[in-house]
Structures are given as C-alpha cells and as structure tokens.
C-alpha cells in the first residue's frame, strides 16, 4: 500500500500536466468556495461533465482540490465580508469578521488558511490510520445515535453564545421550528406552509445565514452615523507570530479531531461539525472570554474542523459505500461515471484507486496553502474598496448568493426577511448564532427522534439503553445540570461555612 | 459523429428557413438549453442531466444550462418548469416524483400542464435484504414476512418517493402488510441497511449494487420484465412466481403548447443526445437503463406509470381530495 501511495503521489508530483490540473482545480475551488451561494457540491457539480473526459486519476485530483480548496475558500468571504462563502464558514465569521473590523484581516485569514491546513493534514492521518476503526463506529451509529448527537449539539450551543444562555435557548428553539416549515421530513406532509407554494420548499439554511449575517451587517453599517460608515479598517500585518500560533496548537488539534469524528458520522456533515467545535471551544478554551469580539482560538478550531471534516467524511464513503453528505455524493457520483465504485471491498480490490485518494488529498492540501498564501495579499485588498462601493457589492451578493442555491426567487424574500431579522436582533443585542444552529441540528434531531420511536414502537428507552445515544445524552445533561448544581453547592457551602 | 450531426442540424435548420414562414421559429436553437432539475446537485438526477447536457450540446450546436429548482418532494422544480415560456428553451428532467407530487399536493403541477418531449431510462424496484437476516430467497422473505409481520422492518422512502411506492407495489403483490420505516432519501436509507437499523430495503438496483457485491446486502428479486443489465444473475420477481413489475423512470418533459416543429426537433435531438456515447458511456456505468423513446413512447410511458401509481397511492390513502379521479 506504501509503496502504490509513493508511486501515485511522485507520479502526480512529477508530471507538469497533473501539476496545472492541480493548481488550476485548486484556485477554481477557492474562487467558487468564496462566491456565497455556491457551496463546494455545487463547484463539484458544475465541474462534473468536464472531468469525464480526463482520466480517472486526473479526475479525481481535480475535483478534491476543488473540494479541499472550496473549504478554505468559503472563509475568505465570511472573514471579509461576514458573508460565509458556503453553510460550513458560519462559525468562522462569528470571530473572524471582529478581527477583520478590527483592522488584523490578514491575520485572520492566515489563521485560517494555517488552520485548515493543520485539519486537513490531520483528517488525512486519521482517514489512512484509523478508516476501518472509525468505519465500525460509523456503523454503529443509528437514528437514536444521530437523535442524541444533534441534541448534544443543541445544548452545547446554548452555551456558546455571550450572554444569557436562557435567551440564547429560546433563539435556537425558534431555529428548531423555523427548521419545521415545509414538508415534513418522515411523511412529506405539509406543515406551516398555509397552503403557499412559496413556503412548501422550506426555509432553507443558506438564504437564512446570508441574509442573519451578511445584508444584518450591512444594514447595521448603513445604520451608523454618516461618517463612521466611511471608516476603513487596515488591513495589518499578514504573518502571524510563531509564539501566537504556537499557543493555538490545542484548539486546532481539538478542532480537528471533532472534525473528523463528526465528519465520519454519514449523514451529521460540515456544519454540525463546525457547530461543535466552535461550541466545545467555548467552552474549553483559556482565552474564551474574548470570544465574539474576535478571539482566535474561536476561528481557528472550526477552521480545522472544517477542512479535517474532509478526510474525515471520505471515510464512510471509501469504507462503506455510503455518501455521508452532499459533496462526497458528488464525488462517488463522478467515481461511478468512471466506473470505480467506492465500498467494502475497495481496499482489497483495488489498492490503487485508495492511493489516488489519499495522494490527491495530500497535494490538494499543499495546493490550496500556496494558492491561499498567493491571494491574501489580493484578498485584504478587499477591505480597501471604499464601504459605500463595498455595501452595495455585499447587497447584490446577499441577493445573488440566496438566489443562486435553489434557483428560487422566494429564497430572496426569506433571505431579506432574515436580513432584517438580524438587523433588530443586533439592535437589541440578541445573539443570531444559536437560530443559525437551531435550522441546522432541529430537522437531524427531529427526523432521527421520531424515526427511533417508529422503529422501537413508541418505547423512549432506545435512547438510552443504547450506549452511544446513552452516553451523549447523559454529557448532554450534566451539561445542563452541572454548572448550576456546583453554584449551588458552594452557596450551600458558605451558608454552612 | 457528432460534426455530422451538427452539420444534419445546421442544413435542416437552413432548409427550414426558407420553407416556414417564422424565421425565429427555423433558427430553433439558437441560444442557450435549460434543463430544470427538481433534485439538488449531486444526485441521481442531476448527474444523469449533467451528462445529457453536455452530449445534447453537441447535438445542437448551442450550450446547454443544468437549473437545479428544489425544494418540496420535486414540486418546486416542475412549478418552475410548468411556468416557463413554451418555447423550447427551458426542458426539465421529471421522473416518478411528478406522478406522486401530482396526485398527492394540490399546489403541484398537474400532468397535463407538462408535455413528454422524450424517454430516456428505466430504473426498475428491487427487493433487498440484509445479510443478518438469513434470508436468502424470495420465498424464504414472504415466508418470514407472513410469520411476523413486525420482525422484518422495510426502509424507504417518504410517501411519494420511488422506494415507498416499490414497497406498496410489493405489499400489494403478496397480499401482505409490510412495516415501512421512512428515510430521506436513498443514501440514508442504504446507510440504515448497513447498521441494520432495518432488515429489508425496496431501493432501485444503483446504490446498492455495491453492498451486494460487498455480500452485506442481498437482492432477492427485480421488478422489472427482464433481468436487470447490471445484475444478470438476480432473478426477477415474475421469474419467482410474483406477478410484479415497477420501475421508476428519467424522461424529458416540456411546459405544453410547443411549437410541433420545436417539439420534433428536440425530441430526436435528445433521443440521437441518449444514444451517443457521450452519454451512453457512463450513464450506463452509472446504473441507467437507457431505452431512448420519442415524444408519443414518452406519453405512452407516462400513463401506464399513472395507472400504475395511482391505485397505490390511492389505497395509501395519500391522494389529496381534490385531485382524486373520478
């Protein structure tokens, strides 16, 4: 297996043309990734028919370039204009963003890019070591598994947000029912759709993120008095310390591994597994005091479970045949069309087309880090547009962006209407996350809760006699419980002190 | 081959020119295809519109665009396609799902607002089940399904997709209530196989044909007529004694009141788009039955899986009061 893996990867390393394909799929995923509304499936979609006609170690290399590179590249958009470029970039504006105001932009998109680089290294080490390991945990996992992980999620996010947690809850549970509108996910009967067309196809996450956090921020900027719309953040120095890189080795090492843990879990994806990084971060980490105003360690940790998610979701897909979310299904779909079909028996079979992956993989990663490294210096460039140019081009993005993932014009009345929605929360100073989590987590929880009780005939112990579902619901608890029975205690302790 | 062709088309186009009286109408086509996919990028149907689009393209000389319009079962993306201009530009890929969404959902588009263009594939039901179960027949399922009902749990889709109305057709032909458990959408429902959260799947041939291969899942039969091309050893259901045929279907659909000319330019171009092996090639790798037809095969096609599909949704009671037939 070592030796094929050296030979695919010189064999790539070497040849010119696989060299182009490479940097050329690799910018193409960075400029498609930073587009709002068009997610890293949709550039492999797009890109598809192009591949059939290359050979199929060729083909493989140009889309995960693409896809490795579409992931960095959704950040530049979120760092920059606090629009994120794909679903997975949510949490990477949340702190992001701030530094970017902040005049360290260049910063935060080298933070970035060293994160991902650092995930998708790691995705990688855990998808050669530990596939069959990880393949039988998958394997392991089943609707009351899927039930307790998206409830884990929820509660962990309650938490992330500053400020009251109580608030915070009820924002996320109203994500939860917006997550109800359309079909039903089980039945496919209507629910709070009154009889309108325009709301049976749901409200998506897409137009509800560009529009909670993109056009929420630009109105918000037109909303400042005249003269402080015109200030112009700098871009600062591009380099980050080594000693400031060095002290962020933790939240990118647990980054990653949640990354490709959840990753692996087919059918969780990209955005769950940002969600629980970022929420597990602030929990965890020294500097999460500074979280929301544009802490590092808060953007380094879903950056790098973003891009180990990568390797991490190929498991299930090499190991088991199985999709585990949008893009890797694209990515079968291309390996179908050349007759190379992912599953069980691949690794015996065909030791090669494993080789193929892993070494695209790897050049995939160094690809993006330099075409990354080559545009910060025209991606900071960005912030100097002056802002009244730049509100308007954010606006049109917003519009463009809702419009472009469904092809729907009732996306761009839902992404206006989020818009606002987020502007009156700012102005309230209500967090806007936990709704994006609670439209993320909210249809995986429901699906998964009431399919479990189909299967078990209504009996609620599935969820915890299980030890999996068992053991996430019980961390979800103390969660809960924990923190105020400790206040409590020690309160209880100084009355008797 | 295809020069040829774009060639044929040009000295038709030419020809027509001189004859009609529109000069519009003869230059026909001279911007840009849509094809309007309900189903997101990725998946079954947009592959399989991917691949027509670029083989049609060489046909006709002009680009072809892929839309994918989602959302709500597949209803949006028809609405979408219902509500185009009539005019040979915006074409869309329907498959079982416009049957369904049809009958089932009063704001989805009715049948006979749309106008079959051509036929393109077969996606024929079959039955599978998981090793663990021991099952290893056809008789052996029916048998074990008669004892317990309740033991062996069927994985499929919502109501209206495909695989439910596999599982009822199959229900149907043994005379014998099956346990449907929902997922969303066929790779989840291939996942739950694995981990044997349920014992039986009525999913077409594709994405399992590697679980088979694998030995982890058994096919016990195929609804089709004939064996399916990719699994010539599995027998099909009629073989067996169960008189059971189903498929799913990819054709091309067009909002009606097409130019007829418009019309028969399209068809044959997409029917000489499907026989190409441009298309052809990988379609077939990817698990398409390809049976190219035109417009009055696709029509013919349309109404046999109407009254195929409308009894089963009639009998699951899932056929929406105003739109139920007479």
């Given at each position: ?400 962006g809702a419009f472009a993932i469904r092809n729907d014009m009732n996306d761009v009345y839902v992404m206006a209407a989020f818009g606002l929605l987020g502007w009156v929360f700012h102005k309230l100073n209500l967090p806007a996350t936990p709704l994006a989590f609670g439209l993320i987590l909210g249809p995986i929880l429901e699906e998964n809760v009431r399919r479990s009780l189909m299967i078990s ?41 | ?321 105003e739109l139920a037939r007479q």
């Open positions: 297996m070592t030796a094929t893996f050296l030979d695919v990867l010189s064999g790539f390393a070497t040849d010119p043309a696989m060299l182009a394909l490479l940097a050329l799929g690799a910018l193409l995923g960075l400029v498609l990734g930073a587009i709002p509304g068009i997610s890293s499936t949709m550039a492999l979609a797009v890109m598809l028919p192009v591949t059939f006609a290359m050979e199929t170690g060729a083909a493989i290399l140009f889309l995960i370039a693409i896809f490795m590179s579409s992931v960095y590249g959704g950040s530049i958009s979120a760092i920059l204009l606090k629009l994120p470029g794909t679903p997975a970039a949510i949490f990477t504006q949340v702190e992001g963003y701030p530094m970017a105001r902040a005049g360290r932009a260049g910063q935060a998109l080298s933070y970035a890019l060293i994160a991902s680089s650092i995930g998708g290294l790691i995705g990688l080490a855990l998808l050669v070591t530990l596939t069959p390991l990880l393949a039988r945990v998958a394997t392991n996992f089943r609707s009351p598994e899927f039930a307790a992980v998206a409830l884990f999620g929820l509660v962990m996010l309650s938490f992330s947000s500053n400020g009251s947690t109580i608030v915070a809850t009820v924002i996320g549970l109203i994500g939860v029912l917006i997550g109800m509108i359309g079909f039903d996910p089980l039945t496919d009967a209507q629910r709070f759709t009154m009889g309108q067309p325009a709301l049976q196809a749901g409200i998506s996450l897409v137009p509800v993120i560009i529009g909670l956090f993109g056009l929420a921020e630009v109105l918000r900027a037109l909303s400042l008095p005249g003269d402080r719309v015109l200030m112009r953040p700098s871009i600062g120095r591009i380099t980050v310390p080594l000693r400031d890189l060095a002290g962020r080795v933790s939240p990118m090492l647990r980054g990653s591994v949640i990354g490709t843990f959840i990753g692996a879990i087919p059918a969780a994806g990209s955005a769950v597994a940002v969600s629980i990084a970022y929420a597990v971060e602030k929990r965890l980490s020294p500097n999460r005091a500074g979280f929301g105003s544009g802490e590092p360690d808060g953007l380094v940790a879903p950056e790098a479970a973003n891009s180990a998610g990568v390797g991490g979701s190929l498991i299930p897909l090499m190991a088991l045949g199985v999709p585990g979310d949008t893009i890797t299904a694209v990515l079968m779909g291309a390996l179908l069309l050349h007759g190379l079909q992912p599953g069980p028996t691949l690794f015996a079979a065909n030791p090669t087309f494993v080789a193929w992956i892993y070494a695209s993989v790897l050049l995939a990663l160094v690809a993006t880090l330099v075409v990354g490294l080559a545009s910060l210096r025209f991606a900071v460039l960005i912030t100097r547009v002056p802002p009244r140019v730049m509100l308007i081009v954010v606006a049109v993005f917003c519009v463009i005939q209504g009996d609620w112990s599935v969820f915890i006699s299980r030890p999996v579902a068992g053991g996430f619901l019980l961390i979800s608890l103390l969660l809960v419980i924990g923190p105020p029975a400790i206040r409590y205690s020690r309160k209880l302790t100084a009355v008797l002190e | 081959m295809s020069r040829h062709a774009t060639t044929l088309f040009a000295a038709t186009g030419m020809l027509a020119a001189l004859i009609a009286p529109s000069a519009a109408l003869a230059e026909y086509p001279e911007r840009p295809i849509h094809i309007v996919v309900a189903w997101p990028a990725g998946g079954g149907h947009d592959i399989a519109a991917r691949l027509l689009g670029a083989s049609l393209s060489e046909q006709v000389g002009v680009p072809v665009v892929i839309d994918n319009v989602t959302g709500a079962g597949g209803s949006t993306g028809v609405r979408h396609l219902e509500q185009s201009d009539a005019d040979g530009y915006t074409i869309g890929l329907i498959g079982m799902h416009a049957i369904s969404q049809s009958f089932m959902n009063p704001n989805a588009t009715r049948l006979d607002a749309l106008e079959p263009v051509a036929y393109i594939s077969d996606d024929p039901g079959a039955l599978q089940v998981t090793a663990a179960t021991g099952i290893e027949t056809l008789d052996g399922y029916i048998e074990a399904v008669r004892a317990d009902p309740g033991a062996l749990i069927n994985g499929n889709d919502p109501q209206g997709g495909n695989s439910f109305v596999f599982a009822n057709a199959l229900s149907q032909a043994i005379e014998q209530p099956i346990v449907q458990i929902p997922y969303q959408g066929h790779a989840p429902n291939v996942t739950a196989l694995i981990t044997n959260e349920i014992a039986s799947a009525t999913l077409p041939i594709p994405p399992v044909l590697e679980h088979y291969r694998g030995g982890t899942v058994r096919i016990l039969g195929v609804m089709s007529p004939e064996r399916h091309p990719m699994l010539p050893d599995v027998p099909t259901f009629r073989e067996q004694g169960v008189d059971l045929v189903a498929n799913d279907f990819v054709m091309i659909a067009a909002p009606t009141g097409l130019d007829p000319q418009i019309a028969q330019t399209l068809s044959a171009a997409i029917v000489s788009a499907v026989e190409s092996p441009t298309f052809a090639e990988p379609a077939e790798r990817n698990g398409m039955v390809l049976r190219p037809g035109d417009a009055e095969m696709a029509a013919s096609e349309l109404q046999r899986q109407v009254d195929l599909i409308y009894p089963l949704l009639e009998s699951a009671g899932l056929v929406s009061a």
